[in-house]
């Protein structure tokens, strides 16, 4: 079955540090991935998508994500952190595809902590 | 502007009520989702339309019922209200092949007192 996997419950970095979101993933075809990002209170934000071809992805506020095919991984990066970006973070895959139900399928979320 | 918006943003109700939440967009998209997400914030489908044809229907109660007029509303009437019907709930839509990607309503938050 399809499902997606973020190990980390919880991430504290300091401000100006780098970032690195982990996100696994399960399906059985070529996966369409997403990140987003739920600010306290807020809806959800699409920060950046995967779908075929460059397998390094940017995204908006400075974000990028790398599909690994062998590791079955589309892990979230960004060089600086800033304050702003303390939030929830969500990695998914789309069930898609002929006679898929189209629905996104997401991880259990990252609590992101920034520290000053 | 072009989105997926919901109403009402907040609603807070008693046991045993009735309530509605209404979703609309106007991005051209022909399927619409509703998502609840719990307490611990995980994020889980309920239901999906695809021009106004039922697609998914997880494991719901049947207090749970869906109604889309046509391809650009996905509303959400719940009966008989229950403590653990508080939640968030978003409305989404897509393309029924997603490569365009998931816009998301800004949510409704239920309380159920």
């Known amino acids: 079955a399809q499902s997606v996997t973020q190990p980390d419950i919880h991430i504290t970095v300091s401000e100006g540090a780098s970032l690195e979101l982990r996100c696994n993933y399960s399906y059985g075809a070529t996966p369409y991935l997403f990140w987003y990002v739920q600010s306290p209170g807020q809806g959800l934000q699409l920060l950046l998508k995967y779908f075929s071809g460059d397998t390094l992805v940017q995204g908006i506020k400075g974000f990028e994500a790398e599909f690994k095919r062998s590791q079955s991984s589309f892990n979230l990066r960004k060089p600086s952190v800033h304050w702003s970006d303390a939030a929830e973070y969500f990695c998914?895959?789309?069930?898609?595809?002929?006679?898929?139900?189209?629905?996104?399928?997401f991880g259990q979320g990252t609590t992101l902590q920034v520290k000053p | 502007d072009t989105a997926v918006s919901q109403t009402p943003k907040y609603l807070v109700t008693q046991m045993g009520n009735d309530k509605s939440i209404k979703c609309e967009q106007n991005l051209g998209h022909d399927t619409m989702y509703w998502y609840k997400q719990d307490s611990k914030k995980f994020l889980k489908i309920m239901f999906s339309y695809n021009n106004k044809e039922l697609i998914i229907n997880e494991t719901v109660p049947n207090r749970f019922s869906p109604k889309s007029p046509d391809k650009a509303h996905l509303n959400l009437h719940i009966n008989s209200l229950e403590l653990g019907d508080s939640a968030v709930y978003f409305c989404?839509?897509?393309?029924?092949?997603?490569?365009?990607?998931?816009?998301f309503g800004s949510g409704t938050r239920l309380t159920v007192v």
């Open positions: 998914a895959v789309a069930d898609h595809g002929s006679g898929n139900t189209g629905k996104l399928i």
């Open positions: 989404a839509s897509s393309q029924r092949n997603p490569v365009g990607g998931y816009t």
